[in-house]
């Protein structure tokens, strides 16, 4: 830095006076180079999200509170989603859904007994790993988008309430720009098209489909409000 001298400063009496001074850099540039192994810290990225959970229990892996965390690979995403497809907290979740859906009657054409309770669990299975693996892996690694919310956590209550129920429609791509969510909502209908090959007959057809693809868009506006106001309260191992 270029050195400084200051003009001389007079001073009554239990006076106080603050001077700001800026030193010019000597030469007159400077640069500053960053550089990293982009494997490495998308892998970081990951260890960070698998150790994330509600309670200590329930996986909360898709939630960022890194606003500027570096993006994943196709690799990472694929892994992330596989790890919470697996995961023994979705195997329960799935198993419930699947008691509730059999007291329930739901998709009566499976029958009741363990037969008709074994269908319905496979049912929730399928959907859940299917929509998973396609909104978080497959398209996110196609359209070079990453399937994580990011917690904006600061702002207006309106403001991140926007923030929140947009990213159901909005991705951050891996170039760090905004653009229309292909990822989840392409994930989304396509799982809700699958599905059509393991429903009932009578659950099945383009209503079916149209009807489980906005739901699934409903739900994850739902689920982001909760990361945005709640989640990151109750999850373990938030990062600071």
Do not use: C
């Not at 400084?4 to 000597?26: K, M, P, Q, W």
């Not at 890194?66 to 994943?72: C, G, I, Q, R």
């Not at 909005?170 to 229309?180: E, H, L, M, Q, V």
């Amino acid at each position: 830095m270029n050195s400084f001298t200051s003009s001389d400063i007079s001073l009554h009496g239990a006076e106080t006076r603050l001077v700001s001074v800026t030193l010019s850099v000597f030469g007159g540039t400077s640069s500053v180079t960053v550089s990293g192994n982009k494997d490495q810290l998308a892998e970081e990225q990951v260890q960070i999200a698998e150790r994330q959970r509600l309670g200590g229990v329930i996986p909360n892996f898709f939630s960022s509170y890194d606003w500027n965390a570096p993006p994943l690979g196709a690799k990472q995403k694929f892994r992330l989603s596989i790890r919470s497809i697996i995961d023994p907290v979705s195997l329960f979740t799935a198993a419930g859904a699947a008691g509730v859906q059999q007291y329930r009657n739901s998709f009566a054409a499976y029958g009741g007994g363990i037969e008709g309770y074994g269908k319905r669990y496979g049912v929730n299975l399928a959907d859940d790993a299917t929509g998973t693996l396609l909104s978080r892996g497959v398209y996110p690694s196609i359209f070079h988008q990453d399937p994580r919310y990011f917690y904006k956590g600061t702002g207006s209550i309106r403001s991140r309430m926007f923030h929140a129920i947009s990213a159901a429609v909005i991705a951050r791509g891996d170039d760090g720009r905004w653009k229309p969510n292909y990822s989840h909502v392409l994930g989304t209908f396509s799982a809700a098209g699958i599905s059509n090959l393991y429903y009932p007959a009578s659950d099945r057809g383009a209503s079916s489909v149209l009807f489980n693809g906005l739901a699934g868009t409903g739900r994850s506006a739902l689920k982001n409000l909760l990361r945005e106001f709640v989640f990151k309260g109750i999850t373990s191992h938030v990062p600071r």
